[in-house]
């Protein structure tokens, strides 16, 4: 193949991808701290919330706390995400066993109840 037809990659057009490249994560990590500090201030509102309000939304201080407890960079809402999703979780699996153990307990009541056409003949045997 002739050298002619070829785009010849120059030094300097390596070196401008990697600046810009290095430009684009630098932009991004700014933003990214930005947004952290922004919501480390919406942190700080939550913290003036009482527990019950704070119960409302599926939190407690201490996941404010361990929220709080991470490095200036990390962004703190997806530690409260997370809490929330898992403590909504918890309760709709507690709710579904009780519901579940309460059908349990009607069936077991409804079996073991004799019908009141088989009590009257006494040449039935109850089985139970």
């Known amino acids: 193949m002739s050298y002619i037809g070829e785009v010849r990659r120059t030094v300097f057009s390596t070196f401008g991808t990697?600046?810009?490249g290095v430009l684009v994560a630098t932009v991004m990590g700014t933003v990214q701290f930005i947004?952290?500090?922004s919501r480390r201030r919406q942190l700080?509102?939550?913290g003036g919330f009482d527990d019950r309000m704070l119960r409302d939304i599926g939190l407690t201080r201490s996941d404010l706390r361990d929220a709080a407890s991470g490095p200036l960079w990390q962004d703190p809402t997806a530690v409260l995400v997370v809490r929330s999703v898992e403590r909504r979780a918890a309760r709709r699996l507690a709710l579904r066993e009780a519901r579940e153990a309460a059908q349990v307990a009607a069936?077991?009541?409804a079996f073991a109840a004799p019908n009141s056409r088989d009590a009257s003949?006494?040449?039935?045997i109850s089985c139970g």
Request: hydrophobic fraction near 50%; charged fraction near 20%.
């Open 18 to 20: 990697a600046a810009s």
């Open 35 to 37: 947004k952290a500090v």
């Open 44 to 46: 700080n509102q939550l």
């Open 107 to 109: 069936h077991a009541a």
């Open 121 to 124: 003949r006494g040449d039935l």
